[in-house]
């Protein structure tokens, strides 16, 4: 079972380029998840999705946008990527949230590195 | 969502039961405690969670305070593969299901 699988998993980026990192889950999950995790920090909410077609933010959403147009996929979107925008980005998706005690499921992160 | 505190590191033998300790004293009646780990450059892994009750599955038990203010992760015989981050979350029961990761606590096990 592949799980949550994102690409790319590393990047190089020069200030004000753009780009968008994919996330699939083969778990026909309902709910998908975009982190960062900067050095030596735990992990921050971007975006996240309960449904197709859905996005809301989360705790750190200036610079992204998202788009959940598939049950599968989860694209997270770096318009102008800026210098502290280097991180980690992890990917996760959940069976619905309205029962409270699902685990998420993490992709194995990509590693966005911003000039 | 209630705030949890874990110490920064721990070490622990390989082979002896290595416990986690978590206090969340904050915590409400609907919170659900959940553990995740974070192997060096991989992804958080869920772990177990629980309410009231002591929990126990493959990989760790989970033990809750009477008064539900702290809890500890025991993982019975840590392996050196066990060497990793773990993370105390404290969850509302609500739609959202997100999680907040805190700094967590970095086990390292020693041969």
């Known amino acids: 079972n592949a799980g949550v699988t994102q690409t790319p998993k590393f990047r190089v980026l020069k200030t004000g380029q753009s780009m968008t990192l994919l996330c699939a889950q083969d778990?026909?999950?309902?709910?998908m998840y975009w982190y960062r995790q900067d050095p030596g920090m735990g992990l921050r909410l971007i975006h996240y999705?309960?449904?197709?077609?859905?996005?809301a933010k989360g705790e750190v959403p200036d610079g992204y946008n998202v788009s959940r147009l598939k049950k599968q996929n989860f694209l997270l979107g770096l318009e102008s990527a800026a210098p502290s925008q280097t991180s980690v980005y992890f990917c996760?998706?959940?069976?619905?949230?309205?029962?409270?005690?699902?685990?998420?499921?993490f992709g194995d992160g990509t590693r966005l590195s911003i000039l | 969502d209630a705030k949890t505190t874990q110490p920064t590191s721990m070490d622990c033998a390989e082979g002896r039961a290595a416990n986690l300790p978590c206090n969340h004293s904050?915590?409400?009646?609907?919170?659900?405690v959940y553990w995740y780990r974070q192997i060096h450059s991989q992804g958080p892994q869920y772990i177990i969670h629980?309410?009231?009750n002591n929990e126990t599955n493959e990989m760790a038990s989970l033990i809750i305070t009477e008064d539900r203010k702290s809890s500890t992760l025991i993982l019975p015989h840590a392996t050196l593969r066990d060497t990793a981050v773990y993370y105390c979350?404290?969850?509302?029961?609500?739609?959202?299901?997100?999680?907040?990761f805190g700094g967590g606590t970095r086990l390292m096990v020693k041969p």
């Open positions: 996760a998706s959940s069976y619905s949230g309205i029962v409270a005690n699902q685990p998420q499921h």
């Open positions: 778990m026909n999950h309902e709910y």
């Open positions: 999705s309960v449904g197709e077609g859905t996005t």
């Open positions: 904050t915590i409400s009646g609907n919170e659900y």
């Open positions: 629980g309410l009231k």
């Open positions: 979350i404290v969850r509302l029961n609500n739609a959202g299901n997100m999680l907040t």
